[in-house]
């Protein structure tokens, strides 16, 4: 598909998931899942920052992407946590060891068989609420139309986390981001009781909650929900098809 059509299908396509009660880890998942379409990078994956300031991990495009994203939390080190304090992108930062910059991130992301990050602040008027971080198994550049199209997407993450709200005081975009981050935690404890129960991985477990969700016109949280409860059992979810590219 030409590069502009890609873009196209893509801004439908997360549209169409913005409706009036969408949920919000879904949304940022799917945008970092055509992130890794759209633009010339391998994973893709979304910080938030909680009302009392700490980034925490919301979205990704792989399982992979989540445990950078967690080590980065752990460390209080790497692409994320720089461009969520300073406010500004990071941009074609080559990871090499050692690195003088990052030294306990930068080997375990090599190890997982990247080498370059990119990362762009998620903003509303002048306050950093996270960041989007984009990496790449190559070395190499992103040109600037990658760069452009990637602030779009930040944006559009931004403007999915405030649920269409057009005016925002401070208490309600921090309970915005707390709804946001409880649901995380929700589904991460349901994505480990769906691997327990179908002997899979997390990646495939987290895709079991997300079909089932879609298919029976649910929010994701509410899916993760029901199983994290026992109401519904993850043996029972719906099994996703072939993956299809957008």
């Given amino acids: 598909m030409a590069r502009e059509s890609l873009l196209i299908a893509t801004l439908v396509e997360l549209a169409d998931n913005l409706v009036d009660d969408f949920d919000v ?4 998942t799917l945008l ?12 893709a994956g979304v910080m938030l920052a909680s009302p009392g300031g700490e980034l ?65 602040p998620m903003r509303l008027r002048g306050r950093t609420i996270g960041a989007l971080n984009f990496f790449r198994k190559e070395k ?16 559009v993450a ?23 981050l409880d649901s995380r935690i929700i589904i991460e404890q349901a994505k480990g009781k769906v691997a327990q129960a179908t002997g899979t991985g997390m990646d495939d ?19 993760a929900t029901m199983v994290v409860e026992g109401s519904l059992s993850g043996t029972n979810l719906d099994v996703p098809g072939p993956a299809k590219r957008h």
Avoid: Y
Avoid at 25 to 28: N, P, Y
Avoid at 163 to 175: G, I, M, Y
Avoid at 206 to 217: E, G, K, M, P
């Fill in 56 to 120: 925490q991990f919301i979205a990704s495009s792989s399982e992979s992407m989540r445990v950078l994203e967690l080590l980065q939390i752990q460390a209080d080190e790497g692409p994320c946590v720089d461009c969520f304090k300073s406010g500004t992108a990071i941009i074609n930062h080559e990871l090499v060891e050692p690195d003088q910059r990052w030294p306990n991130f930068a080997p375990r992301a090599i190890a997982l068989g990247f080498h370059s990050v990119h990362c762009l």
């Fill in 25 to 28: 880890i879904d949304v940022l």
């Fill in 158 to 180: 931004t403007i999915a986390i405030l649920q269409h709200r057009t005016s925002l005081d401070a208490k309600t975009l921090n309970t915005q981001l707390s709804i946001a």
């Fill in 140 to 155: 190499g550049l992103l040109d600037d139309e990658d760069v452009v199209l990637a602030q779009g997407l930040a944006d």
């Fill in 205 to 223: 477990a987290f895709n079991r909650l997300r079909s089932h969700a879609r298919n029976h016109n649910m929010g994701l949280t509410s899916v």
């Fill in 32 to 43: 970092s899942l055509r992130c890794v379409d759209a633009i010339d990078v391998d994973a």
